[in-house]
């Protein structure tokens, strides 16, 4: 019953790259997948009669299992898109500040350089 995704099966929340996820999207997203299941699951969803006109009580929790297994994939999901989207940033943060420090470094050397040319 349990469906694992490709981003699932890779084991750690940030596996796959941002370009595999964007891919992901345009086909449609594990997310949405996962929410149309719960959706259609919904709808779809009919419990055990008992004789005196009740529902079957194991029947109930039965669904209530299912139903948590397809509310975990679609976290399961969401999770590994934080985690990307998380990863996305800090790699890009990272680069930004590598930047700015490569440009304050620059200027630091020059300003040296300018001052040992004033001392002679």
């Known amino acids: 019953m349990k469906k694992l995704n490709r981003h699932q099966e890779q084991g750690n929340g940030a596996a796959g790259s941002v370009l595999q996820m964007q891919k992901d999207m345009e086909r ?37 299992a299912e139903l948590n297994e397809l509310y975990e994939a679609e976290l399961a999901a969401e999770r590994i898109r934080y985690d990307v989207l998380l990863k996305e940033y800090a790699d890009n943060e990272v680069k930004r500040l590598e930047k700015v420090m490569n440009e304050k470094s620059k200027i630091i050397t020059e300003m040296g350089k300018a001052g040992d040319e004033t001392e002679h």
């Open 28 to 64: 449609g997203s594990p997310q949405k997948e996962e929410r149309l299941r719960i959706k259609k699951w919904l709808k779809e969803v009919r419990f055990k009669k008992t004789i005196l006109g009740g529902v079957n009580e194991a029947d109930v929790w039965k669904k209530i």
